[in-house]
């Protein structure tokens, strides 16, 4: 638009434009330009020019009230902070908007619905001046109007959105930040509205928003317009794909966590002074994934293209957070926001630092942990935002969602406890900003937690918080990974949970020398892999029931299997890639199998399982052959789909040469070659049998990774589970150890890799010492003793080499 004076399009913006557009618009301008030539979608829009702000207070004549209204103003004071906020808002509102300014406006509207129809419905956002930077965000501190539609429709909504730079959490948020109030100042950026109030819309981190892993692109989603997600009122879908091989063109979904979603946001009705109005979501489709793998895709795409833009003009990784929207007409997905994240970005990578809770209590509320810490405290459960003033600084905040109205009092908690939400609404951002540890997503933490009543707030394991009852000991461990030595001697981690990945990936390690499918089987799956192939057989009906609800969704009950199993598995490779990651096949006891749901319609009853049908026993029986051939199928699926090479595959409990080949064979028709794409197999050395005959193993495995817990019971003649004779169970025992020491040998002998996985090194120092000095290769840790058992080799590793030099 020729000539005008307060208006700029998104082609004329760039991001060098912050002072005159704000953080946002300039964003918006910048990957309108730059990015839609790459294939990223982005609404055409407009920005008014903070310029236009400036002269809305001039002749209004309100800059000097402004600063009498918020002089010696006490932001601890909700009521006060109130009052100013007020007051300051009447006085932009009161001033309007000048004729000249809105006669750009409503010109450039015109030219917005020339583009995409009559009467286009627009979104309204505010875009302070100071926003968006790399240490602050000010994020939703100003308004957003969605659904405007006609000239007074607009021009209201321009007039609230100037206004809304003096919202009581933006005041707040600038003094927190020192930011001057009259050194800032507001732009609105009008654009093409996407109509996702037909179909989904949500928010991209190009990063883990727990714990700061960079390597993956988090995606969460909703039904309708993308507000709910930023307010916390649903609890959405969430995706997370691995950017290092979606790069090179595999389909590398690593988790998908489904949400209830049990409202959306679409348009108001008619004429209808409300714009925006909540519906329930069917249940039907609360319990379907509110977009498909190739839209998900096309989002890590989208996402991967912005990071690297920004990433590229700072010659540093900028991690992105980012707000998308699909129109429910077209079914395209677009990029409506997008700006540097700034909590994870922010801290220093060179100290590790480690909540431990000591002991646990009874459970009163789960959700979704953010933060990564232990918090302790006295609850204070607030209805409503009327309600906040009864807050006390150091109470623990419990309510039903939070939305950036409630920051002033945030500030001051110890923890956050929300019904509502997901890792992206505002209690999380907000948290993770402040530094605090907050519970999302609860549903009833409102019901189940009082005030006054004492609580530990835990979200130091993993993807879920904790809420127990009463004041529980923690304590922090701080270590600095400053010129911190590795050992010749590969540390590596046991794990199972995938959930705490990302986390430990952070802990300096050689990759995952045991991964347990049975943990990624019990906890995510629950079902008999054997009654998802034979449903029929299952013949209790509660039972039945149980598995329709979990599988329900999916193509199929095997693909539910196969698919929770990858994405398991999945997520572990990726934390550690490109690191090897050694996942042991199943491993249940018939016991444990008859546990899972439809398992007694299965499983043989036994009189010691722990010497019975398990391990490789099960892989080419014709009682589990199919069940094992859903488990090679989702190794296939993350080898192959997810372009995870650096997993590599272990057979547990393999008595025989013969069993070992069956096994082989077995995994082949099932796709699963050793050596094909350079596929290794390991197999767990653990029997006595493995060790007296490894040369020949050697012909069939790639390495062994010595299970000390199985091959102490088998040598002693123990039964591990016994608590009667558990005094005898001793893995230091000199038969134990002289095995240990054949099986390395034999390993070197042949050129095999060899590697320990069983519980004793982390209990015992000086049996990782021994292993050590045995020469092996490798020693797999659990995660809490991987720290201590570095430091100790590599003081064994250098006092041996000075005895060689001398």
């Given at each position: 638009?020729?000539g005008?004076?307060y208006?700029r399009?998104f082609?004329?913006?760039?991001n ?9 618009n300039?964003?918006?301008g ?13 609404p055409?829009?407009?920005?008014i020019t903070?310029d236009?702000y ?13 600063k009498?209204t918020l ?5 601890t004071?909700?009521t006060?902070?109130?009052?100013r906020?007020?007051?300051?808002r009447?006085?932009i509102?009161?001033?309007?908007i ?11 509207y015109?030219?917005?619905?020339e ?24 994020a ?10 006609g ?9 609230k959105?100037f206004?809304s730079l003096?919202?009581d959490r933006?005041i707040s ?11 800032v100042a507001l732009?609105i950026?009008?654009?093409?509205m ?6 989904s819309?949500?928010?991209i ?10 390597e993956?692109v988090?995606?969460?989603g909703?039904?309708?317009l993308?507000?709910?997600?930023v ?8 995706f997370y794909v ?7 063109g595999?389909r590398?979904?690593i988790?998908?966590n ?5 409202i959306?946001m ?8 409300v714009?925006?109005r909540?519906?329930?979501v069917?249940?039907s ?11 998900i895709?096309?989002l890590a ?8 833009h920004y990433?590229?003009?700072a010659?540093q990784?900028?991690?992105m ?11 395209e997905l677009?990029?409506v926001?997008?700006?540097p994240?700034?909590v994870?970005s922010?801290?220093a990578?060179?100290i590790l630092?480690?909540y431990?809770l000591?002991k646990r209590?009874?459970?009163l509320?789960?959700g ?6 232990i918090?302790?405290g006295r609850v204070?459960?607030?209805a ?6 009864e807050?006390?600084p150091?109470e623990?905040?419990?309510?039903d ?7 002033p009092v ?10 509502r939400?997901g890792?992206t609404c505002h ?9 605090v540890?907050?519970?999302v997503g ?6 189940k937690?009082k ?9 130091s394991?993993?993807?879920?918080g904790v ?8 304590h922090?461990?701080k270590v600095?990974l400053?010129?911190l030595?590795?050992p ?5 981690m046991?794990l199972?949970e ?5 986390a430990?990936?952070m802990?300096p390690n050689?990759?995952i020398g045991l ?7 019990n906890?995510y799956?629950?079902?008999h ?9 299952v ?6 029931a149980k598995i ?7 193509a199929s ?5 196969v ?12 934390a550690f890639y490109?690191?090897?990651?050694v996942v042991?096949?199943?491993d249940?006891?018939?016991?444990e199998?008859a546990?899972?749901l439809?398992?007694?319609s299965?499983e ?10 398990r ?8 009682k ?20 995870l ?20 064979a077995?995994m082949?028709?099932n796709g699963?070659v050793?050596?094909?794409?350079g596929?290794?197999?390991y197999?767990?050395?653990?029997i006595p049998?493995n ?5 020949e193993?050697?012909?069939l495995?790639?390495?062994f ?8 019971q ?10 009667v ?18 099986a390395?040998?034999?390993a070197k002998r ?6 320990l996985?069983g519980?004793a ?6 049996f990782?010492e021994?292993?050590?000095r ?8 659990n ?16 006092r041996?080499?000075g005895?060689?030099t001398?």
């Amino acid at each position: 638009m020729s000539g005008a004076k307060y208006i700029r399009w998104f082609e004329e913006i760039r991001n060098e434009d912050v002072a005159s557009v704000g953080g946002k618009n300039a964003s918006l301008g910048e990957m309108y330009q730059d990015l839609t030539k790459v294939g990223v979608k982005i609404p055409n829009g407009f920005a008014i020019t903070a310029d236009a702000y400036w002269r809305v207070v001039k002749t209004g004549n309100v800059l000097g009230q402004l600063k009498t209204t918020l002089a010696d103003l006490d932001k601890t004071s909700v009521t006060n902070l109130e009052g100013r906020g007020k007051q300051a808002r009447d006085l932009i509102l009161g001033a309007g908007i000048p004729d000249d300014i809105w006669n750009e406006i409503s010109a450039a509207y015109d030219t917005l619905c020339e583009e995409y129809g009559p009467d286009t419905d627009v979104a309204v956002r505010s875009s302070a001046t100071a926003e968006d930077l790399p240490t602050a965000s000010f994020a939703g501190q100003q308004e957003t109007y969605l659904n405007i539609r006609g000239y007074p429709a607009l021009r209201e909504a321009c007039s609230k959105c100037f206004a809304s730079l003096f919202t009581d959490r933006a005041i707040s948020y600038r003094i927190d930040q020192n930011f001057d109030h009259f050194r800032v100042a507001l732009s609105i950026g009008v654009m093409k509205m996407v109509r996702s109030d037909l179909a989904s819309s949500g928010v991209i981190f190009t990063l883990d928003t727990e714990t700061g892993f960079r390597e993956v692109v988090f995606i969460t989603g909703s039904y309708g317009l993308g507000e709910n997600i930023v307010q916390g009122a649903v609890n959405p879908d969430e995706f997370y794909v691995f950017k290092p091989t979606v790069r090179t063109g595999h389909r590398a979904i690593i988790r998908k966590n489904l949400g209830d979603k049990k409202i959306k946001m679409i348009y108001g009705q008619g004429t209808s002074k409300v714009l925006t109005r909540n519906v329930e979501v069917p249940e039907s489709d609360g319990r379907r994934f509110c977009i498909t793998d190739d839209e998900i895709l096309e989002l890590a795409q989208f996402a991967i293209k912005i990071e690297d833009h920004y990433s590229g003009k700072a010659r540093q990784t900028v991690p992105m957070d980012i707000e998308w929207a699909k129109d429910g007409i077209t079914g395209e997905l677009f990029i409506v926001q997008a700006r540097p994240e700034t909590v994870h970005s922010q801290e220093a990578m060179d100290i590790l630092v480690t909540y431990h809770l000591e002991k646990r209590g009874p459970v009163l509320a789960t959700g979704k942990g953010v933060g990564e810490k232990i918090a302790t405290g006295r609850v204070r459960v607030i209805a409503d935002v009327s309600r906040l003033g009864e807050f006390r600084p150091g109470e623990i905040l419990v309510a039903d969602t939070t939305n950036p109205d409630w920051e002033p009092v945030m500030k001051t908690a110890a923890a956050i406890i929300t019904n509502r939400g997901g890792r992206t609404c505002h209690a999380a951002i907000v948290s993770r900003e402040l530094g605090v540890a907050a519970v999302v997503g609860t549903n009833d933490a409102t019901e189940k937690i009082k005030t006054g009543q004492n609580v530990t707030v835990n979200c130091s394991e993993g993807d879920e918080g904790v809420v127990y009852d009463g004041i529980l000991q923690f304590h922090v461990e701080k270590v600095s990974l400053k010129d911190l030595r590795r050992p010749k001697t590969k540390i590596m981690m046991n794990l199972g949970e995938p959930d705490q990945a990302f986390a430990l990936s952070m802990i300096p390690n050689d990759g995952i020398g045991l991964a347990r499918m049975e943990f990624v089987i019990n906890n995510y799956i629950k079902i008999h892999p054997m009654a998802l192939v034979h449903p029929e057989k299952v013949t209790d009906e509660t039972v039945k029931a149980k598995i329709a609800g979990l599988t329900y969704g999916y193509a199929s009950p095997e693909d539910y299997f196969v698919g929770k199993l990858s994405q398991g598995i999945g997520t572990i490779a990726a934390a550690f890639y490109p690191k090897p990651v050694v996942v042991r096949m199943s491993d249940f006891k018939t016991n444990e199998y008859a546990d899972l749901l439809g398992g007694k319609s299965f499983e043989p009853e036994e009189s010691n399982p722990m010497l019975g049908f398990r391990g490789a026993s099960r892989y080419y029986d014709e009682k589990y052959r199919e069940g094992f051939a859903l488990e090679c199928r989702a190794m296939k699926q993350v080898l192959e789909e997810m372009g995870l090479t650096n997993l590599v595959i272990m057979i547990p409990f393999c008595r025989t040469v013969d069993e070992g080949e069956k096994v082989l064979a077995e995994m082949a028709k099932n796709g699963l070659v050793r050596g094909k794409n350079g596929l290794s197999v390991y197999v767990m050395c653990e029997i006595p049998n493995n060790i007296l005959l490894i040369d020949e193993f050697s012909r069939l495995f790639d390495g062994f990774s010595i299970g000390s817990n199985d091959l102490t019971q088998l040598t002693l003649g123990v039964d591990r589970d016994s608590v009667v004779v558990a005094h005898d169970f001793d893995e230091r025992d000199p038969g134990v150890m002289k095995f240990i020491s054949l099986a390395v040998q034999g390993a070197k002998r042949n050129g095999r890799h060899s590697g320990l996985c069983g519980q004793a090194p982390s209990d015992y120092p000086e049996f990782a010492e021994f292993l050590v000095r045995e020469g092996i290769e490798s020693i797999s840790l659990n995660p809490d003793s991987v720290m201590k058992i570095t430091q100790k080799v590599v003081a064994l590793e250098e006092r041996l080499a000075g005895r060689k030099t001398t």
